[in-house]
C-alpha cells in the first residue's frame, strides 16, 4: 500500500507560527552556509578512508567544541559524539558520516582529491565520491544555525560524526559501547544523503523502507581434487558450484513471493589453479539484499539448502557438504518511521515547498543508519535524500539524454552550494519543529 507520509498531520505545532520561524531559518542556513562550503572544500580535498578517519574527526570535534558542544572524541574509533543543552525539551540525534571510498577522483575540480595512501601496502587513491563531505559540513551550518537561534527551541542536541559508513562498521560499534546509555536516549534521530538524481531544493522521503538490508554470505564448496584427465576418480568442486550458482537464481524467481524483492549476487567464485587439475574446493562471495527479516532468513535457509543437495547430488558425504558462512558484520535496512517522515515532510515543506519533497523508491543499495532505529530503546529514525544536481544541469542532461554521476562515481560533482544550503535549511526547521511540537 502507498503510504500517504504527506497527508498526515500528527504534529501540532501551529503551522504559521513554523512559517515566520521558517523565514528566519532560512535566512541563517544562507549566512551559514558560505561557512561549510569552505569547510566541504577543505575536507572533499583532504579525504580518509573507513576506519582511517584521524584528521576528519579532529576538525569535527574542533568545530563542534567551537559551537559550544560538550565533545567526546574517540568514541568507538574515530566517531565523534556531542552534547549541546539547551532547556527542557525532547532530545533529537543527527548523524554524519565522515569517511571516503578508494576511488581516483576525475572531477577536474579546484578542490578535487589528489591524495594517494598506502593500503595494505598498496597505493590507492581516496575521493570523497559518496557525498559525506557534503554530509559533515551541512551538519555543521545545521548545529550552527541552531545554536545561533536557540531562543526558538528547547531541548538536546545529541550528534554523531559518525567512522565508516562504507564498510557498515561505524554505527554499530557506536552503538556497541554504549551511545545511547552513556548518552541520552533520542527521541528522534534524523540523517541525510545526497542524490545526484534529485534537484538541488529538491528532497526525496518515504515512510518505511528506504535502503535494503545487506548481508555477506561466503561459500565454501569441498569436493575431492585430482588430475583433470580422470574425473571418475575426483568429487569435482566447479561442476558442483556451478550447479550452487544456477540454483541461487530461483530463490528469488521461484522461492519468494513476487511483492517481496531481494537481491541475491555471487559477485566472486575462485577455484583451481591449472585447466588440469581439479582442484580440492571452490570459494563463492554473494551480497544479500532485503527489507524484511522473514526474508532474509528465508533466502539464507534456501542457500544452504540447494547449497548441501548439489553437493549431494555429486556424491559428496554428509560431513564434507558445503559450508555456508553468514558474516557477522552486516547492515539492517533502513525503516524511517512514518510519523516522524511526516512530521519531516510538513517542516521540509515549509522550507522548500511541499512540490519539492519528492516521494521516492527503496533502494537495493545500503546505509548503516538503519542500526540507530533498531536497539531496544526504540529510536523514530528518518533519513531523508538530499538533491545535489543543479536544476540546469539537469536540464540539460535530460536533453542529451544523459544521466548524472552516481554516487560512487570518480566524476561525482554535486552542486555544493545549493546542496549544502538546501540540507541546512531543511535539517534546521526539522529539528526546530521536532523541538517545538
Ligand atoms: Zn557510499
Ligand atoms: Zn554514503
Not at 526525496?204 to 581434487?225: C, H, M, N, Q, S
Not at 544452504?304 to 559450508?323: Q, Y
Not at 519528492?358 to 543508519?369: A, K, L, R, S
Request: charged share 20%; proline share 6%; net charge negative.
Amino acid at each position: 500500500m502507498r503510504r500517504l507520509i504527506f497527508l498526515l498531520s500528527v504534529f501540532v505545532f501551529h503551522s504559521s507560527v513554523f512559517a515566520q520561524v521558517s523565514n528566519v531559518v532560512k535566512q541563517e542556513a544562507k549566512k551559514q552556509t558560505a561557512y561549510a562550503l569552505e569547510l566541504c572544500k577543505h575536507l572533499h580535498e583532504n579525504p580518509e578512508l573507513s576506519f582511517h578517519e584521524f584528521e576528519t574527526s579532529a576538525r569535527m570535534a574542533k568545530e563542534l567544541t567551537d559551537i559550544g558542544f560538550e565533545v567526546s572524541e574517540k568514541f568507538a574509533g574515530n566517531s565523534v559524539v556531542g552534547i549541546y543543552k539547551n532547556g527542557d525539551g525532547p532530545t533529537i540525534f543527527l548523524r554524519t558520516d565522515m569517511d571516503a571510498l578508494p576511488i581516483e577522483e576525475n572531477t577536474g575540480l579546484p578542490f578535487a582529491s589528489k591524495k594517494i595512501v598506502d593500503l595494505d601496502g598498496k597505493q590507492v587513491a581516496v575521493m570523497h565520491a559518496c557525498g559525506h563531505d557534503i554530509h559533515m559540513s551541512t551538519w555543521t551550518g545545521t548545529l550552527r544555525t541552531l545554536v545561533a537561534l536557540k531562543e526558538h527551541w528547547k531541548g538536546t542536541l545529541m550528534v554523531i560524526a559518525q567512522q565508516a559508513e562504507e564498510y557498515s562498521g561505524g554505527a554499530g560499534q557506536a552503538i556497541e559501547a554504549g551511545l545511547f546509555s552513556k548518552f541520552p536516549t533520542p527521541d528522534y534521530a534524523l540523517a541525510y544523503h545526497i542524490n545526484p538524481e534529485l534537484e538541488t531544493g529538491q528532497i526525496g522521503l518515504r515512510g518505511g523502507p528506504v535502503f535494503a538490508g545487506v548481508k555477506t554470505v561466503e561459500i565454501t564448496v569441498y569436493g575431492k581434487g585430482g588430475h583433470g584427465a580422470y574425473p571418475q576418480k575426483c568429487i569435482d568442486p566447479i561442476v558442483i558450484s556451478s550447479r550452487i550458482v544456477s540454483d541461487l537464481q530461483t530463490i528469488v524467481s521461484r522461492e519468494l513471493s513476487p511483492t517481496e524483492p531481494a537481491v541475491v549476487t555471487v559477485g566472486s567464485i575462485h577455484g583451481g589453479t591449472r585447466p588440469n587439475i581439479i582442484p580440492d574446493e571452490v570459494k563463492m562471495q554473494l551480497t544479500l539484499r532485503y527489507f524484511s527479516e522473514e526474508t532474509i532468513e528465508k533466502v539464507i535457509t534456501s542457500i544452504k539448502r540447494i547449497s548441501a543437495n548439489a553437493a549431494r547430488t555429486s556424491g559428496v558425504p554428509e560431513d564434507k557438504l558445503p559450508f555456508v558462512d553468514v558474516f557477522e558484520v552486516n547492515t539492517p535496512p533502513v525503516l524511517n518511521d512514518d510519523d516522524l517522515s511526516a512530521a519531516v515532510a510538513e517542516f521540509a515543506g515549509e522550507i522548500i515547498g511541499k512540490s519539492n519533497i519528492i516521494e521516492t523508491q527503496p533502494e537495493m543499495v545500503g546505509e548503516d543508519f538503519g542500526k540507530y532505529g533498531l536497539t531496544k530503546e526504540d529510536v523514530p529514525i528518518c533519513l531523508i535524500w538530499l538533491g545535489s544536481t543543479s536544476p540546469e544541469e539537469m536540464q540539460r542532461l535530460n536533453a542529451a539524454g544523459e544521466a548524472p554521476f552516481p554516487l560512487h562515481s570518480p566524476q561525482l560533482n554535486p552542486d555544493y552550494e545549493n546542496t549544502i544550503e538546501t540540507g541546512i535549511s531543511v535539517m534546521a526547521a526539522n529539528v526546530i519543529g521536532l523541538m517545538n511540537k
